[in-house]
Structure formats: structure tokens, C-alpha cells
């Protein structure tokens, strides 16, 4: 598919690379710019440029930020004894917007994978111990996939935690809450059987 | 849904603005830009910064191009005799992408409505008039919507370009090839049948 302007081609073969977005996406993409005010245009522009070249990691939790602390670091109101270990950015949003969780995160970065040749001191391990050393944090909630490399992450971060009298916990497996019991994996079903969970009510 | 960064939520809200893309899809697009290499986003934001600020309609048939007169005006192949007028410059993306068509275009945009305010002046109809007046186009095709508003121009730029001696024809309606007659609205069954086609096979 090509146009009659080299110009719209451009910004759709860059539009295109964003997950989700096809061809044809982008190019309603492309001729919506042109029917809207050129200053919305170059606010576009703008925003995803400073988004990319101003973004900051927090120094003490690796989320990302717009200062040298992030958000949840310096809130008053969040619980620093406890800790969310997450391999990602993306997860904090995710968990964040449960507003079911009141305490700090610590974004790994990755996983450990021997395989694709990560190790612990790969990724932001050797800055949740030296944290974890401080003695604020009481309690850590290991919230990664549960995937091969997820739970050798899980299980190397418990171990050195306990080691620092820290209490780990994990996040539970089990069918989805409004899923069909059918469409459960078999594993799936199996721990959410294993793990099964008094009923208070 | 609102994130650690006002760096992020800014760009979200900017890219949640396209057509198709909701809250979710365009924090998962800032999230990419944050994974990709600063020089991508750079890239990314020049090309659409560009398409709207360089852009340009054609002296001509007033589709988008990157010069004074568009590819299609420009180029030897085209059949000069033949115009097919449309409202918008996706209509000639549309028709230039089934590679069924080899003449010129029209880009009127807009469509006659009295209950907007929009008369034969307030879109490119005088243009096309003076450019049928030339004697070089001897057939008109008129591919416009089939709504009141496209009927009505059509209507239109019938009557007018007849008075020049151009043959004007418009697209043929019926039920889309591929399409299941059961759910072909009535109007459209009732078009198919009375302008059936002969079989010639």
C-alpha cells in the first residue's frame, strides 16, 4: 500500500511499528493529523519526544519517573515496610491501578534467565538486597509471571530476602476471577485446587 | 488511569486522541517508545511533525502531495480524458489501491449540504468546472457516498458538467461482492435487482 505522498508513507511506516497497528491503522492515523490544527500536530510531537529524552528511572525503586524519586518512593501515604517486586515498569501501572495496594515497588528490569544469559547481579537484584539491608522493609510480594524465568527469579530474591529476616510472599495462582472454569489450563486448575481457600462467608 | 510520570500521561493523552486508539492502547504505544532507541522516537515525531507542516494539496485535483501537482496529475500513464471526483483524499487512496482505475482524480472536499451551510462554492465544484471547461476531460465518473449529501452533489456536478458536454457516469450500487444477501439492507437489494447486470458468460 503506498500513497501519492512520500510524506504520509513516511509517518506510516513509522506509525506501523507500534505494537497493535497496522498499515491500515496508521494510515487513518496519518490522515487524521491532517484534518486536525497543526498545533495539535506539533503537541504530538512534542510529547513523545520529551517522553523519550526527559524520563528518568527512580534512584531507589527503578520505576519510571519525571524526577530523581519517583511517585510512589516520595508519597507520605504509602507503607515502606512493605515492597511489590515486579519485573517491569508496565506491571507497576498494572497494580497500581487495582488500588488495592498501599506499599513501594522494586522494578527488576528482567529476569533471570541462564538460558538467554542474565544473572542476578543482571538486573536490579543486587539494589533490592542492598535496600532490603536498610531494615525498613518487613514484607516482600514477589509479583512476577509465572514463568519458567519468573519463578528462578522468585526463588533466588526469597531465599536472599529471608536471609535478611524479610517475610516473602508471592502472588496466588489460580483461575481467573469471571473466567470460565473450562478454559483454565490444566496446571491452572490443578494449583487453584491445591491452593484452595477457606470460605469466611 | 493515570501513571508515575506526567511525562507518560501527557503522551497517553496525546496518542489516545487518533481514531481507533483508547487509553489502554496508547499507554501500551508510550510504552513501547520508552523500549525502543531514543533515535526511533526522534524519527517517529520528525515524520509526523513533517506530514503536517509539509503537506500540500495539488494546484490541480486538490489531492494531498508533496510538490505543486500530485503523482497522479504528474504522471504520463494516467488517461487525461477520464476524472473520477471524490469527496476526500482516502477515497483516492482507496481507488488508486484496487489498481482498476488509470485516469485522473478530484478531490471536492466536501459534500453539497444545505442543512451545514455547504453550497457548490464552499467546495471545490468551481475548480472542477473551470477544469472540465479545458475540453481535455471527456468522462466524469462521480464517486461520492451514497447519502442524501452525496447524492445531492452528485446531482449536482451532473447537471453542470452535461451543460460542458462531459459523459458523467457514478459507481455502481448492489449488494459487496463477497457479502451475504440475507443481511443486504432493502434499499440496496431493491438497487441490485433493478440495475441487474446481463451475464455475458
Known amino acids: 500500500m503506498s500513497t501519492s505522498s512520500s510524506l504520509i508513507d513516511k509517518a506510516v511506516d513509522q506509525l506501523s511499528r507500534f505494537p497493535g497497528i497496522g498499515k491500515k ?13 497543526e498545533g495539535e500536530t506539533i503537541e504530538l510531537s512534542e510529547s513523545l519526544l520529551k517522553l523519550r529524552t526527559e524520563i528518568k528511572f527512580c534512584k531507589q525503586c527503578f520505576n519510571i519517573s519525571d524526577a530523581d524519586l519517583c511517585n510512589v518512593c516520595v508519597s507520605p501515604s504509602k507503607d515502606d515496610s512493605v515492597v511489590c517486586i515486579v519485573k517491569d515498569f508496565q506491571d507497576v501501572i498494572a497494580i497500581e491501578n487495582t488500588g488495592q495496594y498501599n506499599g513501594h515497588y522494586h522494578v527488576l528490569g528482567g529476569l533471570i534467565s541462564p538460558v538467554d544469559g542474565v544473572g542476578p547481579n543482571d538486573i536490579k537484584i543486587p539494589e533490592l538486597i542492598s535496600r532490603a539491608s536498610a531494615g525498613v522493609i518487613k514484607e ?6 509465572s514463568t519458567l524465568e519468573g519463578d528462578t527469579t522468585e526463588y533466588y530474591i526469597a531465599k536472599k530476602l529471608r536471609e535478611l529476616g524479610v517475610e516473602v510472599s508471592t502472588l496466588s495462582k489460580g483461575i481467573a476471577v469471571g473466567g ?10 490443578a494449583r487453584s485446587i491445591k491452593n484452595r481457600t477457606k470460605m469466611n462467608y
Chains 1, 2 share one sequence.
Open 140 to 145: 516482600a510480594i514477589v509479583a512476577l509471571s
Open 25 to 37: 491503522s496508521a494510515l487513518r492515523m496519518a490522515l487524521y493529523l491532517l484534518k486536525q490544527s
Open 180 to 189: 470460565e472454569l473450562e478454559y483454565a489450563d490444566e496446571m491452572t486448575l
